[in-house]
Structures are given as structure tokens and as C-alpha cells.
């Protein structure tokens, strides 16, 4: 079984910066591509940044430039540092990872940008 837990949510100013963090545990070998999905009540979850094993990443354009996605230890730990923030990037921000025939999610962790 996976799990995974988000940390490093909170609130911060406008132009401000947050670091989010997600930890996997469970069969950690079967880990593929991890990443970042956000969610705002009553709109659908949206990519974010993505990392495979192989530390390739992906990010979504309203995001590039500004939050960058990395992997650390034993590739089961993500990190994602979100700088220049908007009010516009307040969500729950969920994590998730690839395994070879499921994708788990953890339960989020909610970032508010506001003044």
C-alpha cells in the first residue's frame, strides 16, 4: 500500500514564497513520476509540475518561472518551493505518484495567498 503526506502549507503575502513538501512510504521501489496537482472549490484539480525517476520536469505555463519542482532520498520524497505567489495560486495542493498500475494521491495541503 502507498501513502503519501503533504506538509508546508500555509498562508503568505502576495509576492511571497512557500515550500511544499510530500513524502511517500508503502513500496517506494514501484515510484514513478510524482507531482503536483491544485484544486479550488467547485473547479476541477489542474497540473501543477511533475517529476519522473529520472528528475525530467514538467510545469503548467502559469506557473513557469516561478515554482520549481524537485526530488530528493530515495526519489520518494518531492519537493516544490512557489515563489512570486499570487492570490490567484490559492488551492489545496495534492500530491500524487505513478506506480505501475495505480496512481495514489494524499490528502492536500492548502495554500492561501493573500494580504
Known amino acids: 500500500q502507498v501513502q503519501l503526506v503533504e506538509s508546508g502549507g500555509g498562508w503568505v503575502q502576495p509576492g511571497g514564497s512557500l515550500r511544499v513538501s510530500c513524502t511517500g512510504s508503502g513500496t517506494t521501489s514501484s515510484f514513478g513520476t510524482m507531482g503536483w496537482y491544485r484544486q479550488v472549490l467547485g473547479r476541477d484539480r489542474e497540473l501543477v509540475a511533475t517529476?519522473?525517476?529520472?528528475?525530467?520536469?514538467g510545469y503548467a505555463d502559469f506557473v513557469k518561472g516561478r515554482f520549481t519542482i524537485s526530488r530528493e532520498g530515495a526519489e520518494n520524497t518531492i519537493h516544490m518551493e512557489m515563489n512570486s505567489l499570487r492570490p490567484e495560486d490559492t488551492a489545496v495542493y495534492y500530491c500524487?505518484?505513478?506506480?505501475?498500475?495505480?496512481?495514489?494521491w494524499g490528502q492536500g495541503t492548502q495554500v492561501t495567498v493573500s494580504s
Open positions: 500524487n505518484v505513478y506506480t505501475w498500475n495505480a496512481v495514489y
Open positions: 517529476i519522473s525517476k529520472e528528475g525530467y520536469t
